[in-house]
C-alpha cells in the first residue's frame, strides 16, 4: 500500500548536490510534511516527484495520477472559475457538474462564473485545491500553497485541507517552513538538511491537535532543534518552592 517510494535520489545543480541519496516512502492516503531551511532541496524533491523536474541518479515511484498546489494559485486569468477548475479535463456531459461539485467542497459554488481577479487570495487558493483534486489524484503535492495567505486564513485552509484529505484519500506532500502547520496537518514530519533527511517521524498528538498540548509543544521543539533553531525548555517551579 506504497504511493511513492524513493530510493536513494539524487539531485545537482552545478557541484552543489541539493538532494544526495535521499530516501522516503509514503504510504496510500498517507500525509506527510517536509520541513528545511531555504534551499535545502524542498521544492526540488517536490518537482521530480511531479514530473517538472528530472533526478541525477537513484529512483522515485510515484502514481500517474498526481496534482501540484504551488504557493501562488496560477489561475488562468482569461478563463472564468469554473472553467479553471476543470480545464484540461475531457470534455463531457458531466465535465461542469464534476467542476461544480468540486467548486462546491471547497465552499465556492457561487464563484463559479466569476473571475480569478475577483477573487481573494484565499479564494483563489481554494479554486487551486479544487482543480487539483476534481481530478482525484492518488498523490497531491503542496508546495507551501498557504504561505500567501494572512494568518486567520492559513489556519482555515489548513482546515479545509484536512478535510478534503479525510474525503479523497490522496497521499499528500506538503512542502512548508511552517513547524506548526506540518505538526497541525500530518501524520508524520520529515526534516530535509544536506540533501538527505535527518528526522522522519509520526506525529503522536490526538487530532484534533491543540498547539498547547505537551506532546505538540515537545515535537515541535524536538522539529525545531532539527532546523537549527533551538528554544527554551519550559520549567515548573519545584513542590514547595516559589517561582
Keep these: 500500500m506504497t504511493a511513492v517510494r524513493v530510493r536513494g535520489l539524487r539531485r545537482a545543480f552545478g557541484d552543489r548536490a541539493v538532494i544526495d541519496g535521499l530516501d522516503l516512502t509514503i504510504g496510500r492516503g ?3 510534511a517536509l520541513l528545511g531551511a531555504s534551499g535545502s532541496g524542498k521544492t526540488t524533491l517536490l518537482r521530480i516527484l511531479g514530473a517538472l523536474d528530472g533526478a541525477d541518479g537513484g529512483e522515485a515511484l510515484v502514481p500517474a495520477a498526481r496534482t501540484i498546489v504551488f ?14 477548475v476543470t480545464v484540461g479535463l475531457p470534455r463531457g456531459a458531466g465535465t461542469r457538474a464534476t467542476g461544480l461539485r468540486a467548486l462546491a467542497e471547497v465552499g465556492l459554488e457561487r464563484h ?4 480569478p481577479a475577483t477573487l481573494s487570495g ?10 487539483a483534486l476534481v481530478r482525484e489524484p492518488e498523490l497531491l503535492l503542496l508546495d507551501e500553497p498557504f504561505a500567501a495567505l494572512d494568518a486567520l486564513t492559513r489556519l482555515r485552509m489548513q482546515d479545509l485541507v484536512g478535510e478534503l484529505r479525510r474525503i479523497h484519500r490522496p497521499a499528500v506532500l506538503l512542502v512548508t517552513h511552517d513547524v506548526d502547520e506540518a505538526v497541525r496537518l500530518a501524520d508524520r514530519v520529515a526534516v530535509l538538511r544536506d540533501g538527505r533527511l535527518v528526522t522522519d517521524e509520526p506525529v503522536a ?3 484534533p491537535r491543540d498547539p498547547g498540548d505537551p506532546a505538540f509543544v515537545a515535537l515541535r521543539r524536538r522539529l ?8 527554551p525548555q519550559e520549567t515548573t517551579p519545584l ?5
Design 224 to 231: 525545531l532543534a532539527d532546523l537549527g533553531v533551538h528554544t
Design 71 to 84: 504557493q501562488e494559485p496560477r489561475l488562468v486569468p482569461s478563463k472564468k472559475v469554473l472553467a479553471n
Design 112 to 115: 463559479a462564473d466569476a473571475w
Design 239 to 243: 513542590e514547595g518552592v516559589s517561582a
Design 205 to 207: 498528538v490526538l487530532r
Design 122 to 131: 484565499g479564494e483563489a487558493q481554494r479554486v487551486a485545491l479544487a482543480r
Design 30 to 32: 498517507e500525509f506527510v
